[in-house]
């Protein structure tokens, strides 16, 4: 991410957090809203399923809504292009996002997960794919995070585990709140 002056809001918006356990996956996010320290709207919907074909992909974002629609609708062109391969389409994004300069200019970070595999992603040209399959990105990221690692243990399902994890965010981070949207695949 880029350093924001005090002009700028910034990207400590909201939190996104993805978890895949057994047979599902999950991704999960508030829906606040903030502009520098005002709260402008706390039910947006920052988590979303895209259209694949087919291919069921769920997809959350942090950062600015305009350029994240049009990141979702890249990796859907590049899925058109790499049918079912959620990977080789994240990639292919990223070099375009990475090289194309109107593409280098978005600011929003990414969490996308099909049945198989959950990536981040992110205007430095980054596909992470993370440790254990729970990622998080936002200014709650890291709360949710370390709470969903500290759950994977458990006998909760991913679900649980997104929702309680969010939860414990929401009670940390000012700039997330607890109006919860999950999308959720199954095996």
């Known amino acids: 991410m880029r350093h924001q002056d005090a002009s700028t809001p910034g990207w400590h918006a909201t939190t996104i957090l993805a978890?895949?356990?057994?047979?599902?996956?999950?991704?999960?996010?508030?829906?606040?809203?903030?502009?520098?320290?005002?709260?402008?709207?706390?039910?947006?919907?920052k988590v979303r399923r895209l259209d694949t074909g087919g291919h069921e992909i769920i997809a959350g974002f942090a950062g600015s809504t305009a350029d994240a629609f049009t990141l979702?609708?890249?990796?859907?062109?590049?899925?058109?292009?790499?049918?079912?391969?959620?990977?080789?389409?994240?990639?292919?994004?990223?070099?375009?996002?990475?090289?194309?300069?109107?593409?280098?200019?978005?600011?929003?970070?990414?969490?996308?997960?099909d049945r198989d595999i959950v990536l981040t992603l992110t205007g430095a040209g980054d596909v992470l794919e993370p440790v254990g399959g729970i990622a998080a990105i936002g200014?709650?990221?890291?709360?949710?995070l370390s709470a969903a690692r500290a759950l994977a243990d458990t006998d909760l399902d991913a679900e649980a585990i997104a929702r309680k994890s969010m939860k414990i965010a929401a009670e940390i981070c000012?700039?997330?709140?607890?109006?919860?949207?999950?999308?959720k695949l199954t095996a």
């Open 72 to 113: 979702f609708e890249r990796l859907e062109s590049k899925l058109e292009s790499y049918p079912g391969q959620l990977a080789r389409a994240a990639v292919e994004l990223a070099k375009d996002w990475r090289t194309d300069r109107y593409l280098r200019r978005l600011e929003a970070m990414l969490l996308v997960a």
């Open 174 to 183: 000012v700039y997330t709140n607890d109006s919860l949207v999950l999308e």
């Open 139 to 144: 200014s709650g990221g890291n709360y949710a």
């Open 19 to 45: 978890v895949k356990k057994g047979d599902q996956t999950v991704i999960a996010g508030d829906g606040q809203v903030s502009m520098g320290d005002t709260i402008v709207k706390g039910n947006a919907r």
